[in-house]
């Protein structure tokens, strides 16, 4: 298994000062940084910022959204729902 190797020597050296401290780590939903903030700092818990968790359930409500308006139209969408998407 790979590890995350940090670019910042100084960084590492700073973080292990603190690290059984830390509560919390705020992250975006990268795969990359969630594992590096898994190795550094074991016993906190990771939070997602809500930007991107927003996002994602946003995502998700217009995909059902998308796909039953094609299956309700078997797939001809009507002029005004065309109007209200628009």
């Known amino acids: 298994m790979a590890r995350v190797v940090m670019p910042w020597p100084l960084f ?3 973080t292990r000062q603190f690290r059984g401290n830390l509560k919390a780590n705020c992250l975006d939903m990268s795969n990359t940084d969630g594992k590096w903030a898994r190795e550094q700092f074991p016993l906190a818990e990771v939070v997602y910022d809500h930007f991107h968790v927003i996002k994602l359930v946003n995502d998700a409500i217009d995909d059902l ?21 628009l």
């Open 12 to 14: 590492n050296r700073k």
């Open 65 to 85: 959204r998308q796909r039953t308006r094609y299956d309700l139209n078997m797939g001809v969408p009507k002029p005004w729902v065309m109007c209200e998407i």
